[in-house]
């Protein structure tokens, strides 16, 4: 059995900045069609459980459709619940756990093929193809020996996972000083490893509170230093002036960044800055030099952390859609209809 769909645009992924994308060509005439590999809006229903939003609500607004809350920011179950409601309520089109694994043909006839719940082969047929396939399903490795090890993540749930545990945090941004925090806050043993000798890129209200955790020796801070092996019961951390050390270990949290998934490009004949990981793409209009394959979202920022989130990629789609005019491609119906 195949499964077919036909649509002027295919979009693939439904996060934040492909749900707008839809809505922006949608509004404009287009016919388009979602394709999400997992769940609805995948890379938001990942986040950790009780993460709660730096930006304000009207920053993280969509095509103008107001996010209603008594908070000042949303948390996960607020936003998620917000982009289910932003697809109900303008109708759009979409498929669920349908992975695309490859783009066949040209600008203008195209066929996106992929398979749907696993194990049944799908195609769609369309004109364009819009991707936002963002990057939290592919974290940066460590590349060293005992990374497979099941006490070893890359992604941050809850506290009660690690509750009652000695945790070793990899990284010196955001995500990982905040996870620091919230764990020692529960009364975990927490141990923060970072390359470089200071912290880059925290918010102003996260830095003092680490810096003084620290301090105080409430958090244990290696740094400049990197990991150098995981082992099942401790850590070898290389310092860079202290040489190595082993430190007693339940659980690692690798949180070093995310990419763009290169074999997924690779498929699509996409080219990859290999030093940024970052997908090749004509800033003006977001097109590939794949021509009528377009990128939008997260994925563009490779391993360029925080330059590219819900805030700005919002857009995305208002700038695909204005390339789309320049070259006249026609929508399916009168813009508004």
């Known amino acids: 059995m195949m499964l077919a769909?036909?649509?002027q645009i295919a979009i693939v992924g439904s996060g934040p900045a492909g749900l707008a994308a839809a809505l922006t060509l949608g509004r404009a005439g287009y016919d388009t069609l979602i394709l999400e590999r997992g769940r609805f809006a995948h890379g938001v229903a990942n986040w950790p459980v009780y993460m709660k939003l730096f930006s304000t609500t009207d920053l993280v607004e969509l095509c103008g459709y107001p996010l209603a809350i008594p908070d000042e920011k949303p948390d996960r179950r607020q936003y998620l619940r917000y982009l289910q409601r932003f697809a109900t309520d303008h109708g759009l089109a979409f498929q669920l756990r349908h992975e695309v694994r490859g783009v066949e043909g040209e600008d203008g006839r195209f066929i996106v093929r992929g398979v749907a719940g696993g194990d049944v082969p799908f195609e769609a047929r369309c004109q364009?193809?819009?991707?936002?396939?963002?990057?939290?399903?592919?974290?940066a490795a460590l590349n060293v020996p005992g990374e497979d090890?099941?006490?070893?993540?890359?992604y941050y749930t809850e506290v009660n996972d690690y509750f009652g545990r000695k945790v070793l945090i990899v990284g010196g941004r955001h995500s990982a000083a905040e996870t620091a925090l919230e764990l020692y806050r529960a009364g975990v043993e927490v141990t923060i490893c970072h390359r470089r000798a200071e912290f880059s890129g925290l918010k102003y209200w996260i830095a003092p509170d680490l810096a003084n955790r620290i301090k105080e020796g409430g958090i244990r801070a290696i740094m400049p230093a990197h990991v150098r092996e995981i082992r099942p019961d401790s850590v070898v951390i290389q310092h860079e002036t202290e040489g190595?050390?082993?430190?007693e270990n339940d659980a690692v949290l690798a949180l070093t960044g995310y990419h763009p998934d290169p074999e997924?490009?690779?498929r699509l004949t996409l080219p990859v800055d290999e030093e940024r990981k970052q997908p090749v793409f004509d800033p003006r209009t977001f097109e590939s030099p794949r021509p009528g394959i377009y990128m939008i979202g997260v994925m563009l920022a490779g391993?360029?952390?925080?330059?590219?989130?819900?805030?700005n990629s919002r857009?995305?789609?208002e700038r695909v859609l204005e390339h789309l005019r320049q070259r006249g491609f026609k929508p399916a119906a009168e813009p508004g209809a």
């Open 303 to 311: 391993n360029i952390s925080g330059a590219i989130f819900i805030e």
């Open 128 to 139: 364009k193809v819009v991707l936002a396939t963002g990057a939290y399903d592919h974290p």
């Open 264 to 266: 997924f490009l690779g």
């Open 315 to 317: 857009y995305h789609g």
């Open 244 to 247: 190595p050390l082993e430190i």
């Open 5 to 7: 769909y036909e649509t």
């Open 149 to 154: 090890l099941p006490k070893v993540s890359h």
